[in-house]
């Protein structure tokens, strides 16, 4: 059907919280990459063979993630007027003992992580309802107690296949409130009031860089997703867009509407194969309901989106080199100015945000800037998610509002090092962040800070090393990366990684000579100050902390040569 | 018009003008490779022409090839800073372009000897030693030549320039431009017979117009097609197929026998 009103939202919206948490049961195992890849998809298999056998009315159904890793296959079920359960480890074997016990009104305890009594969507509230009171709430578990989701708000609740469950948690109705009283301007105020920066990690103020390219003179303007992740250890896109497509188009719908817009990309990269499948889905259902094309709610406001596959380059990330790609030439930066806003895609302005960035926008418009600008600190409003990684006990994915210290990601959500190891380092911002020491965890995350200590915000990845980690290595290997990577064009960014590398390998041969860390730190300067993009200009960092705060292991590797 | 300081002098430019192109103009020394004035659009790749740019209180190093000129700028070719990168990015091209005289000749300016990188060889490439992959030859073959027959392969530190899949390409019309606009001299062909042979370029064979008068090979058939198709100027028929030496001798013999005779 299509939307064409409020009254239209609203009639969908109770039409699909019946599948929510209505009248029947409901199972909904995690089927996002991360579920799937411990055997979700057998699991989902298992229910479905039970309840057929069974012949009883469950509602089974997939939702994304919910980003506890560490406990996947994750399942979540609903027993009508009882709060929602999350169940953790469930394998196959174990469905016919849920199934069981679920029509007897219960379920195994020893798979219960936690209970939620009600769930805020932000838009829209569910409210599941009691029971399970022996059962650990969900803003009591330690893995999930310092969240706040907003970005992440419907992920792992959500069939994100399903573009009426999206619409019955609050979905689609900014984009009506952005459409019939709002004027683009007001919307791009809005975002700037937010203080919401770019989540793809250089920090620009949104509000400002949408401005910038709506105020470009020109005919034609287009907007971009930057969904080319790619740091090693990062995955919050892929999730962001496994779990919740909608969020992401409606955010890009307002974002085309704000801009003067009438098509928006998707840059993917085509290693991320379920979250194409699901955008495909999500905006093939959206076009079906009128909220994509022709006339969006009726007004003359029209917009589509079309999906761009990567090639599999890490440099595509970078906005002029994804520009360079999606025209079908090669992957390469080009120098700015300009900069797309004012000649980007096809020449014309442009404006790419990361997905967090785009995900952001629905919640903003609907709850007001002042609002969000409340969440987080000063300057560094909102929240943002990271993929906690590496060396740490709970692994997944967490969203935190800014200004929470690492002290409090990597002990009190993440637990610590396992095996009773210390905390050495956490790395973060992927291969153009930096490693920050153990003793100076007590930071805030936020992008100053961050950038204080030598690391960079990044885009999310945040990869926890034990005493037992080589830091040596690791600054070698992700020198190797971006010297990989490095799409070849500049001078310094080609070949000072590739010296790098070479005087990296040497010192861990334990050939190096004190003069080659010397030289080590020469290098990153120029590769620094001197490179093209944004890629050559942070990939010295992982060298230039590990030297800061780990001088004496390189000096280590040095003496022994000597 | 606006005004901006390159090195203290004023200096009048069009606003939006590249910084490069001004200083050139001005007999301004600013090393760079990548860089040639038959480009509209500048490429960014060899970084050499590094420049510290004063604006509004603040100061940054940023390659003067792709700086927009604007009013109260303030430039400095040669602050220590800037040498100081300029010369490390030097020893990273004595490391990748060992055989090249003309890094060497540039280097020594900068009272550079050698290198305290490790030095890069590849044999397979046949522009390997002298290469430093700026791109001139790629964007002379595409963008004025249009014929598009080379072009980067792989990336980043395998990064190299080539015909696709390394094969010969009838796209190369053996025009040379590509040797010609070289700033390390890495290019090389040779005229053999009545061909010519682009050899760093996968050997691709290019036939050769033959003088109709002398029977001498005189410039690639495909070059002189292009030039026939795209030139206004319409030669008589009797010294079309002819090659230059021959078109003088027949031109002279016209200036010393009149017409009337």
């Known amino acids: 059907m299509r939307v064409r009103s409020l009254d239209d939202l609203k009639a969908i919206a109770q039409r699909a919280l019946e599948k929510l948490c209505g009248r029947r049961i409901r199972i909904a195992v995690g089927l996002a990459t991360c579920g799937i890849a411990t055997g979700a998809e057998e699991v989902y298999s298992a229910f479905l063979k039970g309840i057929e056998s069974l012949k009883r009315d469950i509602l089974l159904t997939k939702v994304g993630c919910i980003g506890y890793c560490r406990e996947e296959p994750i399942v979540n079920v609903v027993i009508p007027g009882k709060a929602l359960l999350l169940l953790s480890r469930v394998r196959p074997e174990d469905a016919s003992e849920i199934l069981k016990n679920l029509i007897d009104g219960d379920v195994p305890r020893e798979k219960i992580v936690c209970r939620v009594k009600e769930w805020d969507h932000l838009l829209e509230k569910i409210h599941y309802g009691d029971g399970f009171t022996d059962v650990s709430l969900y803003e009591d578990t330690p893995f999930f107690k310092h969240q706040r989701k907003i970005v992440l708000r419907n992920a792992g609740i959500i069939n994100p296949e399903d573009i009426e469950e999206y619409i019955a948690v609050g979905g689609y109705r900014s984009l009506y409130k952005a459409l019939t009283e709002m004027t683009p301007e007001m919307v791009i105020e809005e975002v700037k009031r937010s203080g919401l920066r770019g989540r793809g990690g250089a920090g620009f103020p949104t509000g400002l860089k949408w401005e910038i390219t709506a105020k470009s003179e020109s005919d034609e303007r287009y907007i971009i997703c930057n969904a080319d992740e790619g740091d090693p250890g990062a995955y919050m896109n892929r999730n962001e867009m496994e779990s919740d497509p909608h969020s992401l188009i409606e955010g890009m719908i307002i974002g085309g509407y704000a801009i003067g817009a009438k098509e928006g990309i998707i840059y993917v990269r085509a290693e991320y194969p379920l979250a194409i499948s699901r955008l495909q889905i999500a905006i093939e259902q959206s076009r079906r309901y009128g909220l994509l094309g022709e006339n969006i709610f009726g007004t003359d406001f029209s917009f589509d989106i079309r999906i761009v596959k990567g090639a599999g380059a890490f440099v595509c990330g970078e906005e002029t080199a994804m520009i360079a790609s999606i025209e079908g030439e090669t992957g390469r930066p080009r120098p700015r100015p300009p900069f797309p806003a004012e000649k980007g895609l096809w020449g014309k302005p442009t404006n790419i945000n990361n997905v967090e960035t785009w995900c952001n926008i629905p919640v903003i418009v609907y709850k007001g800037g002042e609002w969000f600008s409340k969440i987080g600190t000063k300057n560094n409003t909102g929240t943002k998610v990271f993929s906690l990684v590496g060396e740490v006990q709970r692994v997944g994915l967490v969203e935190v509002p800014l200004g929470t210290s690492l002290k409090r990601i990597v002990y009190d959500i993440g637990n610590g090092c396992p095996d009773g190891l210390k905390v050495k380092a956490v790395q973060i911002g992927g291969p153009s962040g930096g490693c920050i020491p153990e003793g100076l965890l007590d930071i805030p995350v936020d992008y100053e800070s961050l950038k204080e200590v030598g690391s960079i915000m990044g885009s999310g990845g945040m990869v926890v090393m034990s005493e037992r980690t080589s830091m040596v290595e690791t600054a070698a290997f992700f020198v190797s990366f971006t010297s990989e990577e490095s799409c070849g064009k500049c001078a310094p960014c080609r070949e000072g990684l590739k010296q790098m590398l070479n005087i990296l390998n040497k010192i861990l041969m334990g050939k190096g000579s004190p003069s080659d860390l010397e030289l080590l730190k020469e290098l990153s300067e120029t590769i620094k100050t001197t490179s093209l993009c944004g890629l050559g200009q942070t990939a010295p960092n992982p060298v230039l902390t590990t030297i800061k705060y780990f001088k004496e292991e390189y000096e280590e590797l040095i003496k022994r040569y000597d | ?261």
């Open chain 2, 1 to 261: 018009m606006i005004s901006l300081r390159i090195d203290g002098r004023l200096i009048k430019a069009e606003e939006g003008e590249r910084v490069l192109q001004i200083a050139i103009r001005e007999g301004i020394d600013i090393p760079h490779l990548c860089y040639h004035e038959a480009f509209e659009e500048p490429y960014g790749s060899c970084r050499l022409c590094i420049v510290e740019l004063k604006e509004g209180g603040s100061s940054r190093i940023t390659t003067s090839c792709t700086l927009m000129a604007r009013e109260g700028m303030e430039i400095k070719t040669d602050t220590p800073e800037v040498i100081k990168h300029r010369k490390l990015l030097l020893e990273l091209y004595l490391a990748q372009a060992p055989l090249s005289n003309n890094i060497k000749k540039l280097a020594e300016r900068y009272g550079i000897k050698g290198t305290r990188f490790h030095k890069t060889l590849n044999l397979e490439d046949p522009l390997g030693g002298k290469c430093i992959l700026c791109g001139l030859c790629i964007r002379a073959c595409r963008e004025i030549i249009k014929a598009s027959a080379i072009g980067y392969i792989g990336r980043g530190e395998a990064t190299r320039i080539n015909t696709p899949f390394l094969e010969e390409n009838p796209d190369c019309i053996g025009c040379g431009s590509c040797a010609n606009i070289c700033p390390t001299e890495a290019i090389s062909f040779e005229d053999r017979d009545k061909r010519r042979i682009m050899r760093s370029w996968s050997n691709t064979q290019v036939n050769l117009k033959i003088c109709k008068l002398c029977g001498h090979p005189f410039t690639p058939e495909p070059l002189w097609l292009k030039v026939k198709e795209k030139s206004t100027y319409t030669p008589s028929e009797e010294i079309e197929e002819v090659c230059p030496n021959c078109r003088i001798k027949i031109v002279s013999k016209r200036l010393v026998k009149p017409y009337s005779l």
